[in-house]
């Protein structure tokens, strides 16, 4: 059988990266892996994680999601070489925690190009080539966020739930074509991503003041956060199982949550709304 040939934006670091590495380092060598990032000034990570993989299934690519004309070279370039693409993985995106008075309008815009447009972005690219072959997968990154916003997230919190909609609305139109397409929802992951968002609290602008009473109001909340189990962060590990294991369903669902915290504490948020028949999707 041939190597399925997947496509991952967002690899220079954490789920990506770890993800790249895991399927082109496969035993069996079912992958073929072209895992992309944004500068590649910062692909040694990558290249030492994949090993000997490197060149020969994992492959990496210079793909800035928030451009329009490089989403169509990097899938030409893929055509060329393979002829079709079978996995598409929306990985790409960062975070910001603080108060939304603090963000500029420059921040939020470029946060909803990388976490949605982006993903909208390589959708639209793949979408002609897996009509034509009859068949895909895309698994879209998103996270808990995209069901229960967090407080002092509140963009990124948009972004993921624009994704989760995005997803549930093309999941009925892709089954014709014999595509699948699935959110993964991790919860806290033991990566950069949360301290590289909480370097971004500060306000971003000289005439922007943020209150006294905000900043007592984050660092408390902060405080609450890092209470034990309450959101106990989880490794790479079994958050790349998760996602492996959506890759290979024979029948995909339209969401996997990476833990039984996520899967509770969304369930939960749903029952106390009086929401029915959505505590199933996470079943």
Known sequence: MAPLVVLISGCSTGIGLALAARLGQDPDKKYLVYATMRNLAKKEGLEKAAGDALDKTLFVRQLDVTVDDQDKSIFEFIMGKHG???????????????????????????????NYFGTVRLIRAALPIMKKQKSGRIVNISSILGHLAMPYMDVYNATKFAMEGLTESLLPQLKHFGISISTVQPGPVATKFAETMSTNSKAEDDNIIVSEDTVKEMTAFQALLSKPDLFTAQETGPVIDVIVECVQAEKPKLRYPTSENVRSWVAKRYREEGVTGLESLFE
């Open 84 to 114: 079709r693409v079978d996995v598409l993985v929306n990985n790409a995106g960062f975070g910001f925690f603080g108060p939304l008075e603090a963000m500029s309008m420059e921040k939020a815009k470029s946060m909803f190009d990388t």
